[in-house]
């Protein structure tokens, strides 16, 4: 375990998604361009990873309070299996239910999508307008790890879009476990 943070060098605030088309865990494969919302966040994440699993939680309180509003929350994980099989498509299927996950979760098998977002620590969000414009890359929250959150950053920035139209936050980098790219 690395930890390590945002490549802030890729996609710059205004700067369009890239998009993508992903298999789910659900069977299904999902393009980001043909989701509809008023926001999107995408947040790359992993199964094992020490700094996610304590972030899902806020994942899902992120999607259930924001949903209604027009957030639609898509978790993809670049991890490479081979050496890290906790992190498989079998295995995302498997936390989806254990975890009660209420966003998309998606596979990037070539790691492709991370390249071109320039995502480089799990978990690494990416906040988007309606246009598919950046508007916020920083930490979901105040804390790394186990310790319990007193600023929960990312929340509080898309409550704060949904009432304005803008984000006023300080854009902190989050930090994590790299991702696992493939040899």
């Not at 789910?24 to 700094?51: I, Q, R, W």
């Not at 670049?78 to 498989?88: A, G, K, M, V």
Request: aromatic letters at 12%; hydrophobic letters at 35%.
């Amino acid at each position: 375990m690395v930890l390590t943070g945002s490549d802030y060098d890729k996609i710059k605030t205004g700067d369009v998604a890239p998009n993508f088309s992903l298999l789910g865990t659900d069977g299904k494969t999902y393009s980001l361009k043909e989701l509809e919302g008023k926001a999107y966040l995408v947040v790359f994440m992993c199964n094992h990873c020490p700094y996610v699993v304590p972030k899902v939680d806020e994942l899902k309180r992120i999607t259930a309070d924001y949903k209604e509003k027009g957030l639609v929350v898509i978790a993809i994980n670049p991890n490479e299996d081979e050496h890290y099989p906790d992190d498989s498509y079998e295995n995302m299927q498997k936390v989806v239910k254990e975890w009660g996950i209420n966003f998309l979760y998606l596979r990037d098998e070539s790691q492709e999508v991370a390249k071109a977002y320039g995502a480089v620590c799990t978990p690494d969000p990416f906040l988007f307008d309606e246009e598919f414009k950046l508007i916020f890359h920083a930490r979901i929250d105040d804390t790394h790890g186990d310790k319990p959150a007193t600023k929960h950053e990312l929340y509080e920035a898309i409550g704060e879009f949904f009432e304005t139209g803008v984000i006023t936050a300080k854009e902190n980098p989050s930090m994590g476990c790299s991702i696992k790219w493939k040899y």
